[in-house]
């Protein structure tokens, strides 16, 4: 059965104390205002409208969860690094974002959304700063692949893949495209094996 058959939407909050009670394994979606995430949401979840896809970036102001199976949730957090956004509102969602990110318990790891067009910005290196911290995992899907050439998308890769390798050896990274549907088993496998690597973890926990 695939990761995502039943996925559902579960509920959205704009506050810490208003997240659901943390019992499964989550696994975070974040990355740049218009960079994609919503589309790669709903492109692995082969649901048109899973995730809300908007002309204007920076829609996406609440933390989204939905259910994967049982109590495992992908969790798809604000866009950020929209400039029009008020700056109270981007001061909340930047301390949403790292707070939860840092102090989520179940929280196994993070996919982080770039475009291939223009990977590792300055908050790209920020997000990653601030996942650090936690030694869990990242993933990144460089997303709208399709804008570039074979080659300039496998030069870019390289490029990314070898920062990463020196920087923050815990991420690894792909290429992802929605509108060709490219990428999708490859990122399915991996998010396949964080959600029973997490859950064989949350057992252990509770046997001992």
């Not at 690094?81 to 909340?92: D, E, F, N, T």
């Not at 301390?95 to 790891?109: D, F, P």
Request: with cysteine; charged share 20%.
């Amino acid at each position: 059965m695939s990761l995502f058959q039943n996925i559902s939407f579960y509920t959205t909050v704009n506050q810490l104390r208003a997240l659901p009670r943390a019992s499964g394994v989550e696994v975070a979606f974040a990355g740049r205002s218009n960079a994609g995430k919503s589309s790669a949401i709903n492109t692995l979840a082969k649901r048109g409208r899973l995730a809300y896809v908007s002309k204007t970036p920076g829609r996406t102001q609440h933390i989204n969860f939905f259910r994967v199976e049982d109590d495992n949730f992908l969790v798809d957090l604000p866009g950020y690094g929209y400039a029009k956004v008020p700056l109270a509102i981007r001061q909340h969602w930047e301390h949403l974002l790292s707070t939860y990110l840092q102090t989520r318990e179940v929280l196994y790891g993070m996919v982080l959304i770039m475009d291939i067009r223009h990977p590792l910005t300055k908050l790209d290196l920020q997000m990653l700063e601030w996942f650090s911290l936690t030694k869990k995992p990242v993933h990144i899907l460089l997303t709208k692949s399709d804008k570039l050439s074979r080659s300039q998308a496998a030069c870019v890769l390289k490029e990314v893949s070898c920062f990463l390798t020196e920087r923050y050896p815990q991420c690894t990274a792909q290429l992802f495209s929605s509108m060709l549907a490219s990428g999708v088993e490859e990122a399915t496998t991996i998010l396949t094996d964080w959600f029973r690597s997490g859950s064989a973890m949350i057992q252990q926990d509770n046997i001992e």
